[in-house]
């Protein structure tokens, strides 16, 4: 039997997946009597955290200056979790439920967590748009989610707005004229997947 190690496979991760993943691990590691001591405090995690929010809002309107600092800000994210990670390894041992309960992947679940391709391009009609992704192994349903606000970040103003079967779908009775914003998820035996990187579009 392999000896369990945490998953560094969330450098793979978007901007907006990364900062969940990161709050994920930062609130599991919070008060866990199994790790007290980790290498990187939890205050320092949280402002780069904080600073890769701020970052990620900041890059919507898009620019080479910031989308440079925004990947400045992911990189810092990732690096700070790779040391912690480690951490995680050293104390846990190839302890399976150590390594899970610190908020990091453990070797055995990379596969649930890769992140499809994405795409959404206006329907034939005005107020369609149709979306559609990558077929994702083992899953049996789609799940496609809207957002017609401002911050991708905020998970109350994401709507589920169809499942399907089928990897293609198309969203009707959207106001003209109007951005939005897109993403999915797939359903799986084991789980859902993480949602993908989000796609604004402007709805004709």
């Known amino acids: 039997m392999k000896r369990k190690k945490v998953v560094h496979n969330y450098k793979r991760y978007s901007a907006s997946n990364l900062y969940v993943f990161g709050k994920s691990v930062r609130e599991k590691m919070t008060d866990n009597d199994s790790f007290p001591n980790p290498d990187i405090p939890l205050t320092e995690m949280d402002t780069s955290l904080e600073n890769l929010q701020a970052k990620i809002v900041a890059a919507f309107d898009g620019g080479k200056q910031k989308t440079a600092e925004l990947l400045r800000a992911k990189n810092e994210v990732n690096e700070l979790l790779f040391t912690e990670g480690l951490y995680v390894d050293r104390i846990a041992r190839g302890n399976e439920a150590l ?26 009609f005005p107020g369609e748009a149709i979306l559609s992704c990558r077929t994702v192994k083992g899953a049996g349903a789609y799940i496609w989610s809207m957002n017609a606000g401002n911050n991708v970040l905020d998970e109350e103003s994401w709507k589920v707005v169809g499942y399907s079967r089928k990897v293609k779908v198309t ?21 859902l997947t993480p949602w993908c990187d989000p796609i604004q579009i402007m709805i004709i």
């Open 99 to 124: 390594i899970l309960s610190s908020g990091f992947n453990c070797t055995k679940d990379a596969s649930l967590i890769s992140i499809p391709e994405f795409s959404v391009k206006n329907g034939k």
């Open 171 to 191: 969203i009707t009775n959207l106001e003209s004229g109007q951005r939005v914003w897109f993403r999915f998820c797939a359903v799986t035996w084991d789980d």
